[in-house]
């Protein structure tokens, strides 16, 4: 069943804890295959039990206390159940800031607990520390519960289900969930970056020209959330892509076919692997790989090498250099090689160039500067309109 068509039938957005209360106990009667006849004998009425699992009352507490005893539902279960908001929201909060305690801690908590609500965070943990055998196991159970679901719950199991399907290198699946939630209203508030965090990641994958404008929206929420790591992790993101396009070109690759593709630079990083002699890699190319890995080779190669470069070329790869072997970094990149962007007039220099320099001013703990830095990123884009 697609999880998003049931999500769609949900009117009410408004839950309160009698409603997933009602809901659990007849989801748990159902399986234990018992009958309302059978659990009210000498506790309460069978019209009293129909109203509460069809959230027509509040339940007494006294009897509420009964009847999960008969149905073999624990007081942490209950717990689970009247606070699921408020732990989603926490975990939700916590992956934003790149911080699993909350996932780690409602785990803890719920592990081995049989309500859907306490497997959505199993599956939510199991996908997110890669056991995926386990995963699978939790996901096939909660199948089979989605037509019971709240709309808290369901939107929790889509995001969780884009997390598995990226994981699974299921992208085209993952991201026909993503579109479809982009019409729903989301019920938290550090859910919707997150989706668009993986949305991201697999336009990178795939290099679609619909990164940057999602990277754009995206770096405005962590601004005015002051996520200052997740800015850097997006610029790095950022510069990722504007290497692999802006430099096909001077990189000398054919940019249709898949093989240069698959040798692309930062790949060639990643793995360290030697190009000193491999066909189609320019000078640009072969200098910015010895400025990340090898600093004896770098000079050594410099002068010969950097006499064909153009001017953007040149201040690319000296700030790199200066990044990864200079102890004088933070001073070169601002007062040198950032305003050099500048007067230079390269927008995809200048906007790698801004990565570095809010990276620099994080470090040091320079707040006030990233502003100074996000509203020339303004003025210039004001201009180009």
Known sequence: MKIVEVLRKKIDSLEN????IGIELKLRRTKLSKTLEYICRNTCSVSYLSKIENAEIKPNPKMLEEIC????????????????????EDIFKGLFNNDTKPLLDAYEKVKGLNNYRAKLIMFLYYIYFEDLRNAE??????????????????????????????????LQDAYEIINELDNVSLPFEYLRPLITNIKLDIFLLINSNLFLVQASEL????????????IEALDNKIRRYYIRNRYFAMLELDEDNPN???????????????????????DFAKLLFYAYDNIEEFKNQYEGLSANLSD?????????????????????????YYPASLSLSDEVLINIMEGFVIEAFIMKQ???RIID???????????WI
């Open 17 to 20: 804890s009698y409603e997933l």
């Open 69 to 88: 005893k008969r149905l073999k539902i624990s007081k942490e279960s209950i717990d689970t159940i009247n606070n699921s908001k408020k732990i989603y």
């Open 137 to 170: 196991k939790q996901y096939k159970e909660l199948d089979k519960l989605v037509s019971c679901m709240m709309l808290n719950d369901l939107v929790v199991l889509s995001f969780i289900e884009i997390l598995y399907y990226f994981k699974l290198n299921y």
């Open 219 to 230: 770096k405005n929420f962590y601004i005015k959330k002051s996520a200052y790591k997740n």
């Open 260 to 282: 240069d593709h698959d040798a692309l630079l930062y790949s060639e990083i990643a793995s360290k692997a030697p190009i000193n002699y491999r066909y189609g890699y320019s």
């Open 312 to 336: 953007s070329e040149r201040l690319f790869i000296d700030t790199i250099y200066s990044l990864n072997f200079d102890e004088d970094y933070y001073n070169k990149i601002v007062e040198i």
């Open 366 to 368: 320079r707040y006030k």
């Open 373 to 383: 830095v996000v509203r020339n990123q303004e003025k210039r884009r004001k201009a």
